[in-house]
Nanobody, 116 residues
């Protein structure tokens, strides 16, 4: 199995920055795409950003230009640099990976709270 451990969430004022990390470990096959999703209370989980093994990225319109996703294939780790945070970015953020052996796997989530 693949385990995902997220870190970096917390409380920040509007306009501030946070960096999320998600490290995959265990019996990893080949991780293709890695991404971040978020879910605010009362809302559906939504894609924030995604990155392929080759480095191609896509972002939600709401975060484009403010957030940057990156990955270290050697460390099986994905990062999300979040700048110019807004109160509407407040949510639980979930790491997601696609492993060729184990399929799609989710992290346990890390809370991001942006105060106004």
């Amino acid at each position: 199995q693949v385990q995902l451990v997220e870190s970096g969430g917390g409380l920040v004022q509007a306009g501030g920055s946070l960096r999320l990390s998600c490290a995959a470990s265990g019996s990893i096959g080949v991780i293709t795409a890695m991404g971040w999703y978020r879910q605010a209370p009362g809302k559906q989980r939504e894609l924030v950003a995604r990155i392929t093994r080759g480095g191609a990225t896509n972002y939600a319109d709401s975060v484009n230009g403010r957030f940057t996703i990156s990955r270290d294939n050697a460390k099986n780790t994905v990062y999300l640099q979040m700048n110019s945070l807004k109160p509407e970015d407040t949510a639980a953020y979930y790491c997601n990976v696609d492993d060729m052996r184990w399929g799609t796997r989710w992290g346990q989530g890390t809370q991001v709270t942006v105060s106004s």
